[in-house]
């Protein structure tokens, strides 16, 4: 086969083309730290929600809007205080009013929005989801609270609590699990997982079951297969290898 001079010469400019394109991606990536758009749950303050103290007058709150429940839970602010509300997540859309107040904000995947309020007076105040998200969307609510400023006690940073350190917790964490349940007994989209493991649990068909390690790999290999009565089936199937999930089960026997 022949290569003729022309032909020879559009391939040089057209590998020449693609290396100078190349070398255009590689600087802009390097000098102008441009990336690929990411989904926002990759941007660090919104993979959980926080509270930024500003100054004793001045707060920044970064919500995080979960089905089917905001975090964090029960902020409380002193009176006179401005607070700056961000809020945004990871799953479907949802909305953010803050009753009494003008905020009332969207809630959308991979947009972070933004709203002021000065909140003068002592009160509670009630944060809400006003867009249908789901079947838990009536009980996506929580509270802003101000309280006067002699009794205001600046939150105390949680310490590490020894569950954090347990490969078994950082697993949940890592998997999403605690997005829907619970290791302290509080209510969530599935049952909580504190003293679960023992426990005489009853079924949608009105079976129980005794939570034993068989049942919980079960639930966790097959979300679908048996569902705790009160709950609906909404868990999905995640990606987990044998051993994991025997970490799993170990740690929850430790969730007494
Ligand atoms: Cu979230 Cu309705």
New binding site residues.
């Given amino acids: 086969m022949t290569i003729l001079q022309l032909e020879k010469r559009i391939l040089w400019v057209s590998v020449a083309f693609v290396l100078v394109l190349f070398a255009l991606a590689a600087l802009a990536v390097n000098l102008f730290h441009v990336g690929l758009p990411t989904c926002l749950t990759d941007i660090k303050p919104f993979q959980k929600g926080e509270v930024i103290t500003h100054s004793p007058t001045h707060y920044e709150i970064h919500y995080v ?1 979960k ?2 429940k905001f975090e964090p839970e029960n902020v409380t602010v002193p009176a006179g205080s401005t607070v700056d509300i961000y809020v945004s997540t990871p799953d ?1 859309t ?2 953010l009013s803050l009753l009494g107040t003008n905020v009332n904000l969207m ?1 959308v995947p991979g947009v972070v929005n933004y709203s002021r309020v000065k909140l003068a007076t002592p009160r509670n105040y009630q944060l809400l ?6 079947t838990g ?1 009536d009980r ?1 609510a929580t509270n802003l609270r101000v309280v006067d400023q002699a009794s205001f006690k600046p939150a105390e940073a949680a310490p590490a609590t020894p569950q954090s350190q347990d490969s078994g917790y950082r697993l949940l964490e890592a998997k999403e699990c605690l997005s829907c349940h619970s290791i302290d007994g509080s209510e969530g989209i599935g049952p909580t997982l504190k003293g679960l493991y023992g426990r005489v649990e009853k079924m949608t068909d009105g079976k129980s079951i005794t939570v034993d390690d068989a049942y919980l790999r079960e639930s966790i290999v097959d979300p679908s297969a048996k569902i705790s009565a009160g709950y609906d089936d909404l868990m999905t199937k995640t990606e987990l290898t044998d051993a994991e999930v025997d970490q799993l089960i170990q740690y929850m026997k430790t969730l007494k």
């Fill in positions: 809007a089905m089917w479907v949802h909305g809630v989801c006003h867009e249908f998200c789901g969307h996506m």
